[in-house]
T-cell receptor, first 117, second 118 residues
Framework: DAGITQSPRHKVTETGTPVTLRCHQTENHRYMYWYRQDPGHGLRLIHYSYGVKDTDKGEVSDGYSVSRSKTEDFLLTLESATSSQTSVYFC????????????????FGPGTRLTVL | AQTVTQSQPEMSVQEAETVTLSCTYD???????LFWYKQPPSRQMILVIR??????QNATENRFSVNFQKAAKSFSLKISDSQLGDAAMYFC???????????????FGKGTHLIIQP
């Protein structure tokens, strides 16, 4: 367990409403990532962060924004949720040498299931 | 852009038997990492095994081993002595290598659903 939590774990919202998902880590890893998982697509990278206030876009970033004001927190915001953003969202971290694992391995949170009606 | 292909949407194996899951990838990089992740019904992503492209020796973790063929861009996962707890989705993933670490995310295949028959 790499000390990653996501909140909320489940959320149902309506089209057009703003939604913020939170990823919190207690392991002081440098890099943090947001992925979405959809049937038939595996996991796809939305945004990532390589340090406080340093973020960049991933493969499927349209409609999403992120912020990282502290090492331990990485927020994913859907400014105006759409039904196409119904998905399971995973946070991941990497960038710290831990016993038995590589600096480059990614450790995943438990996921957030988001439903946009 | 890198792509990862898992051509087997579903595989079934008898308990205690051996099964091999296929993965191919496309990249122009020479240095990279390859991973296999397991996702059981709990949805948690669990790292099974890791391979560095510069290493010729295939990685092994207990009952799990890989067949890494760099020239063919192939990275298959062999599970020996299959157990009921091995039933899950398995994802192959790629990440390029940076000196000193790096921040790129993983590129995943679409997954293979592994069924273990008792």
């Amino acid at each position: 367990d790499a000390g990653i939590t996501q909140s909320p774990r489940h959320k149902v919202t309506e089209t057009g409403t703003p939604v913020t998902l939170r990823c919190h880590q207690t392991e002081n890893h440098r890099y943090m990532y947001w992925y979405r998982q959809d049937p038939g697509h595996g996991l796809r990278l939305i945004h990532y962060s390589y340090g406080v206030k340093d973020t960049d876009k991933g493969e499927v970033s349209d409609g999403y924004s992120v912020s990282r004001s502290k090492t331990e927190d990485f927020l994913l915001t859907l400014e105006s949720a759409t039904s196409s953003q119904t998905s399971v969202y995973f946070c991941a971290i990497s960038g710290k040498e831990v016993s038995g694992s590589s600096y480059n391995e990614q450790f995943f949170g438990p996921g957030t299931r988001l439903t946009v009606l | 852009a890198q792509t990862v292909t898992q051509s087997q949407p579903e595989m079934s194996v008898q308990e205690a038997e051996t099964v091999t899951l296929s993965c191919t990838y496309d990249t122009s990089e020479s240095d990279y990492y390859l991973f296999w992740y397991k996702q059981p019904p709990s949805r948690q992503m669990i790292l099974v095994i890791r391979q560095e492209a510069y290493k010729q020796q295939n990685a092994t973790e207990n009952r799990f081993s890989v067949n890494f063929q760099k020239a063919a861009k192939s990275f298959s996962l062999k599970i020996s002595d299959s157990q009921l707890g091995d039933a899950a989705m398995y994802f192959c993933a790629y990440r390029r290598m940076y000196s000193g670490g790096g921040a790129d995310g993983l590129t995943f295949g679409k997954g293979t659903h592994l069924i273990i028959q008792p």
